[in-house]
């Protein structure tokens, strides 16, 4: 990943986004053969009565959270976000062209102590989780949906071809030690989520279209999405 981020504070101390040991979040990469294992065995039968179950089920359910916009303050190319142990200056640059890099607001989940900021490049983007109380950080592909006792959250990546975008998903686990760890992550090149919603606190249905349709019929994307149904521990 590329790296173009400056954290600048108020204090004039420059924060880094590396990870480093004294880090809250744990961010290891994922082995592709867990991946695998995971998906292997968290599919369903494709008959259309399971199909047409999970997609009920699916449709009950909620989308997600929406969190508050506190402790912020925003201008042209900039924001500061208040944190226990100081304030933190985010700056944009978009002049740099295949260098730029920006970043936008998306709030703060309470439960959790995290500010939740997207950081855009050139053909790509991430999310960057922020621990209000010590700064540390996490890097995810997208934004955030917490399950509701917010000690997992999943995200999803879904654009295909981009050269600095995943496909598929990752989730992540509140250890009881305090750190956010990355236990799956699904890049593949089949199919393209479409939408995720938690079940409960261990059971999540995603909704997925072939990257074929994707392409070749866009118009076409609902009517052979599908739909995963994804246990977690």
Known sequence: MRNF????????IIFSCQDS????FNNDEVVDDMASEHIQNTNKPNTEDHVSDLESIFNNLETGHEYPFSGFEENDSSFTIETDIGMMKFISNRDLEEDSVSFEFHGFNPSNNLYIIERHYWE??????????????IEIWNTPIFTKDNKKLICK?????????????????????????????VNQNDWTPLSIRWVDNHKLILKKAPLKVYFENPDEIQTHSSYLEITTN
Not at 126 to 133: A, G, Q, V
Not at 161 to 185: A, D, F, H, R
């Open 157 to 185: 990546s879904d654009k295909p071809g981009y050269e600095w975008t995943p496909n598929g998903y990752q989730i992540w686990q509140l250890e009881s030690n305090g750190q956010w760890v990355k236990t799956i992550e």
């Open 21 to 24: 040991d004294s880090n809250k």
């Open 124 to 137: 790509g983007h991430e999310f960057i989780l922020l621990d209000r109380s010590n700064q540390s950080t």
């Open 5 to 12: 981020l400056q954290y600048f504070l108020i204090s004039t």
